[in-house]
């Protein structure tokens, strides 16, 4: 979808999600509210100990906005303008006006893209795009500060300033989307950014070509379906990732784990892989999954972070807001309510691995050259 196409489509369409046998729009909404609730005054919106990030804080914003609730929404998007450091970074976390860890990272900084733009094609709102603007700008520029030669992107800054020794997979593949986003607004701006889809272009290779680049958290699920969610993988080599260790992650009618090995399936986790399933096609296991994790429902909309089903428990004790985030921006995929539904099936630039935008640096090249031929022996 291109940028003019998608503004429009946000343009035409303005209900609440829902999902036909699963969840009404009213439902939806009450969702929505509880994440209102826990809105600090700030505008910040924190995880159930207090502190805030910004991706997850994004993430919320772009959940009110889809449930119709401007008003809490813009509040977080210009606490997110106040909180951005002039690198362009955001602290790893705060707690009201105290910053209680310095680091900054890559995927966090990168995700404003993704929540100005949904901002965008669901709301049309321009004076919003140009005042944020800047904001992205400032933020895409951090973060190819932390790129690699390869292609990847180093997962954080820590408070001196110092890059990672590493890159992760899941958070470059949030970082791919993100530029993708980054590149349409610049677009739509018309202040276009060839060196944002070179640096976009090269990230889509490496995660589906170089697993190498990245640290091994394989137990973790993130890295098995952020690749197909941040649109770096497609296609059939797609559905041959989620279902290569499918038996591994979900647990039939209740949701997705978070850690292969332990008996914990987790709302977020499940609802991306929700986005994943709708944004490759497969819309009946979407439909599937996300009714079966509604069980982490409560009473007034909140959602409880996972659920321990080894000792039917919720793990860990609390109610998150991204949990709920994630529970509305799923909906809105599977239902299509606004324009900025379709955001995650947008992410994937190219169906299936994306050519080396520089073969050189990521190795690719050498490896496609002929070795080369001994020197015949003397006399030879």
């Known amino acids: 979808m291109s940028a003019r196409d998608g503004l429009a489509c946000g343009l035409r369409q303005a209900r609440v ?11 939806v909404l009450a969702t929505g509210r509880a ?14 100990d207090g502190h805030a990030d910004a991706w997850n804080h994004v993430e ?13 929404a813009r509040r977080a998007y210009r606490w997110l303008a106040a909180a951005q450091r002039a690198d362009g970074s955001w602290p790893k976390k705060t707690a009201g006006r105290v910053i209680t860890d310095a680091a900054a990272e890559s995927n966090q900084a990168a995700y404003a893209a993704v ?9 049309g709102d321009e004076d919003f795009t140009s ?51 980054a590149i349409a607004l610049a677009e739509h701006v018309a202040e276009p950014q ?15 070509c170089h697993p190498e680049a990245f640290a091994d958290k394989s137990e973790f699920s993130m890295d098995w379906y952020y690749p197909v969610l941040g649109g770096a993988v497609r296609g059939e080599a797609a559905r041959g990732r989620l279902a290569g260790r499918w038996d591994e992650f979900v647990e039939p009618g209740v949701g997705v784990r978070c850690v292969s ?18 944004a490759i096609g497969d819309r009946d296991a979407a439909v599937e999954l996300y009714a079966a994790v509604q069980h982490l429902r409560d009473g007034d909309g909140a959602y409880w972070t996972g659920w321990q089903f080894a000792n039917r428990d919720h793990f860990p004790a609390e109610r998150s807001s991204w949990t709920a985030a994630a529970m509305i921006l799923a909906a809105d995929a599977l239902c299509g309510a606004t ?6 099936r947008d992410a994937g630039a190219r169906p299936g691995p994306a050519a080396a935008a520089d073969p050189d640096t990521c190795g690719c090249a050498a490896a496609a050259r002929p070795a080369a031929r001994p020197a015949p022996a003397d006399g030879g």
């Open 17 to 27: 999600p829902e999902v036909t046998g699963v969840l009404t729009a009213d439902q």
């Open 339 to 344: 324009g900025g539904s379709g955001l995650f």
């Open 115 to 123: 929540g100005v733009w949904h901002e965008l094609l669901v709301t």
């Open 60 to 72: 919320c914003a772009m959940a009110l906005t889809a449930c119709g609730l401007t008003g809490p």
């Open 194 to 208: 060839p060196e944002w889809e070179l640096a976009a272009d090269q990230l889509g290779h490496v995660i589906a």
């Open 35 to 48: 994440i209102a609730a826990v809105q600090r005054p700030d505008g910040a919106i924190g995880w159930p």
């Open 261 to 278: 090995d332990q008996p914990w399936v987790t709302g977020a986790e499940t609802c991306e892989l929700v986005l994943a399933l709708d």
């Open 131 to 181: 005042v944020m603007w800047p904001v992205v700008r400032r933020a895409i520029e951090f973060v190819l500060g932390l790129r690699t030669a390869r292609g990847e992107f180093r997962w954080q800054r820590d408070a001196c300033g110092v890059p990672a020794a590493y890159a992760l997979l899941a958070g470059c593949s949030s970082i791919h989307q993100s530029l993708r986003c």
